[in-house]
């Protein structure tokens, strides 16, 4: 148990956790995360609430998710330990779950989440009847916690397999349960569109050494939507938006978003995601205006900004040479700002008093 754990560390190991209970092992300024083992009624179809029932290896093992996750390290033997036919699994490349699969989803319903994250990630195939189950309750993943599928929804950004993943949540009907403007988007004519920034930004999240900041990955999700939506407020107005329609529009259309979703970003997110979409219109105008981002330049969230430009770039070659202009601006520490037009003064009437008539 947690408790025998914090009897051997005392003072250095912090208990955390209701729903799963966990020890947190200090060592310097490394925290080692230490679990200990699990059982649990496999075939009971209830969801799980907590998972505090503590058993042996073997029954921790059954307890799992997937067979590929249910292989354990014996490390004075230098064994890998297998009750569930896991290792055979992953020769094979094939997901498959522990017990009935249909049970085990609706016991924690993000496992089905996990399991395209698996197929996204590694290219491995699924147990036919663990497909069909998947595709039979897909909208049990609403009894999940929102928390926690926003949090697989951001790692998955960032894993460098968001494109592929976000192709199975539309193909398995997931995103109709989580984003269902998303996937209204994706199947329509410009769908192909979000899947091009997916793709330049699994290519960065690949060569990088630290992923993308989350607005920009939400911005490549929203982006082409508001692109659509400049269109059809072009064609409503008989003009091109200027800046402050394209801030309006940006806010409202990430509220719409968000209000129909599953689950909601946080305020702070919601600002930086409509300053990195939005601000890309003040550096390329579409009303036919001039440039002005002098002061832009020198704002603490303009790396942003200048990310997102970037992964345009990767997807629109016209992009190219204005993400390149930027870039070298703000490396310089910022530009001159445009001279000001200058403004014609109203000449005001005079306020004399009138002489009067008979003076």
Known sequence: EPEEVKAVFRRRCLLIGRRFRLAHIRFGAKVIEVA????????????????????????????????????????????VIDYVGGFE????????????????FKQDPVRMLRLLKF??????????????????????????????????????????????FFRLMTD??????LFPSLADFFRGPHGAEVYELLRVADEYNRESDKPLDRPVLAACLISP??????????????????????????????????????FQFPRRMRILIAFTLSSQYRIAPVDGQKARYGKLLKHRDFPLVLRFLELRSMV?????SLYKEI?????????????????????RRSRTPRESSDG
């Open 36 to 79: 200990t083992f699990r059982s649990g009624d496999i075939t009971d179809e209830g969801l799980i609430v907590r998972d505090n029932e503590w058993g042996t290896a073997e029954e921790d093992a059954r307890r799992r998710d997937f067979t590929i996750n249910g292989l354990l390290y014996d490390a004075e033997s230098d064994q």
């Open 89 to 104: 699994d992953i020769e094979r490349g094939l997901l498959r779950t522990i017990g009935h699969p249909e049970t085990r």
């Open 119 to 164: 197929k996204a990630r590694f290219g491995l195939a699924v147990e036919s009847k663990t497909e069909e189950a998947l595709a039979q309750i897909a909208d049990e993943i609403i009894k999940s916690s929102p928390a926690r599928i926003l949090e697989e929804i951001f790692r998955m950004l960032e894993s460098g397999a968001a494109e592929p």
């Open 172 to 177: 398995f009907g997931m995103l109709d349960h």
């Open 225 to 262: 939507i508001l692109t659509q939506e400049l269109s059809r407020q072009e064609s409503i107005l008989g003009r091109r938006p200027h800046l402050g329609d394209v801030i309006n529009l940006t806010h409202a259309l990430i509220h719409a978003i968000v209000s129909s979703s599953f």
């Open 316 to 320: 629109d070659a016209e992009s190219e």
């Open 327 to 347: 870039a070298e601006a703000f490396e310089m520490g910022g530009v001159q700002a445009p001279p000001k037009r200058k403004r014609r003064r109203t000449r």
